[in-house]
């Protein structure tokens, strides 16, 4: 794992409005963060350089292009088959997200599907079927809310009933 990258007030902002509006132009960021459109190319040019920004995008609203049916798999697999089932589920299109972690299973994916049926095809056909997969559970997604990552450090993250960090 690289190391992270030190962020200070103005780099926050900068990533916190861009989360917001990833079109924002350069001369808008700058006169929201307080600096010169030259510093602030700087810093968005750091902060892609560090890897912080990885990339810009945009968010689609799966509803609205056929993907009716989302779901959360568990999955636990073999021991030593985690890498080639990771690489192969991210390229199944219907997967959105995968993550390896701890605990009762091995891999938490989202998938997104047109259907019910879709959904009950990709789990059979692609997803039991690899080799390494011992088991998986579905979970319907019936409602989801989006929102935007805080950084360490975000005022946000601190809340009145949170104790003092040396408490």
């Known amino acids: 794992m690289s190391q992270p990258s ?3 007030d ?5 990533v916190h409005l861009l989360q917001q509006d990833g079109r924002m132009s350069m001369r808008d960021l700058a006169a929201a963060v307080h600096v010169s459109r030259a ?5 968005v040019k750091r902060l892609l ?17 056929g993907f009716s049916t989302s779901a959360y798999l568990t999955m636990k697999v073999e021991q030593n088959s985690w890498r080639q089932i990771r690489d192969t589920l991210a390229a199944l299109p219907w997967v959105e997200h995968v993550a390896l972690v701890s605990g009762d299973f091995d891999v938490l ?11 009950r095809d990709l789990v059979f056909t692609h997803i039991q079927n690899m080799p390494g997969v011992r088991s998986t559970r579905t979970l319907l997604v019936f409602d989801e809310t989006d929102h935007l990552p805080a950084l360490p450090g975000d005022p946000e993250l601190i809340r009145e009933s949170d104790p003092p960090p040396d408490a």
Request: no cysteine; glycine share 2%; net charge positive.
């Open 6 to 8: 030190t962020l200070d």
């Open 39 to 43: 510093h602030v190319y700087t810093r």
């Open 109 to 119: 994916l989202l998938v997104r599907s047109a259907s019910n049926k879709t959904l």
């Open 10 to 14: 103005t780099d926050r902002r900068i």
């Open 49 to 65: 350089d560090e890897g912080v920004i990885r990339r810009f995008t945009i968010q689609v609203d799966p509803e609205r292009v």
